[in-house]
């Protein structure tokens, strides 16, 4: 059973740029989770999704959205690089969301913004 | 709103000894609490949860945490550490009206030393 997948591993991106990031989640869970974790901190929660529609989010600016699609994979758009969005960007999944539901966490897509 | 504080930015234990991680909560509702493991350039792998059924929860690789209202703790403890348990650590809190959404605390990077 393959778990959390994320794409691309790596990616280097420039100031102003855009940049998509794509998540996979574990087979037979319907719910997504994004998570930007710093160099040094704590993953910090972006958004989630279920039914294809944004459930709940974090304090991120606009410049951050994503989408869910009917398979339940997700993606994570960023738009107008920073340099403070450099970090590793984790995908999790889960059931249903449910707070006592275990969120199964991906391997991550570390962007680097010059 | 909830979040967690990890006494402890790094802890260094020798291999054998006991391991003992802090984590304290705050919450204005029931929390949900979650032990996760990071090695390094991996995602989070879950240790064990608290989802308010046994305030003693055992977990993998016999790492357990005892969840303690009175104190808002819920400490991590492992009775003999291998050197494989170098690791970051991070707890992390959720609520029933949060729908999953993790809010982790800082972490705590372990060296195990022989």
């Known amino acids: 059973d393959a778990g959390v997948t994320q794409s691309p591993t790596h990616l280097i991106k420039t100031r102003g740029q855009q940049v998509t990031l794509r998540c996979s989640p574990k087979?037979?869970?319907?719910?997504v989770s994004w998570y930007q974790q710093a160099l040094g901190q704590g993953p910090q929660f972006i958004f989630q999704?279920?039914?294809?529609?944004?459930?709940q989010r974090g304090n991120f600016p606009d410049r951050f959205s994503g989408h869910q699609f009917p398979n339940y994979s997700s993606e994570l758009n960023v738009n107008a690089l920073l340099l403070g969005d450099s970090a590793l960007y984790l995908c999790?999944?889960?059931?249903?969301?449910?707070?006592?539901?275990?969120?199964?966490f991906g391997p991550g897509t570390r962007l680097t913004v010059l | 709103a909830q979040s967690v504080t990890q006494l402890g930015s790094h802890v260094s234990v020798s291999e054998g000894a006991l391991v003992l991680l802090r984590c304290n909560y705050s919450?204005?509702?029931?929390?949900?609490l979650f032990w996760y493991v990071q090695y390094p350039n991996q995602g989070l792998q879950l240790l064990l949860k608290?989802?308010?059924?046994?305030?003693l929860v055992k977990g993998i690789n016999d790492f357990e945490a005892e969840f303690k209202k009175s104190e808002t703790s819920f400490h991590l403890t492992k009775p003999s550490a291998h050197m494989s348990d170098a690791a970051e650590y991070f707890c992390?809190?959720?609520?029933?009206?949060?729908?999953?959404?993790?809010?982790f605390g800082a972490g705590t990077q372990v060296v195990v030393t022989p």
């Open positions: 992390a809190v959720t609520t029933t009206d949060s729908w999953g959404k993790l809010q």
């Open positions: 999790a999944s889960s059931l249903s969301g449910r707070p006592t539901d275990t969120q199964y």
């Open positions: 999704y279920y039914e294809e529609e944004e459930r």
């Open positions: 608290y989802t308010s059924a046994a305030t």
């Open positions: 087979s037979g869970h319907d719910t």
């Open positions: 919450s204005s509702v029931p929390p949900y």
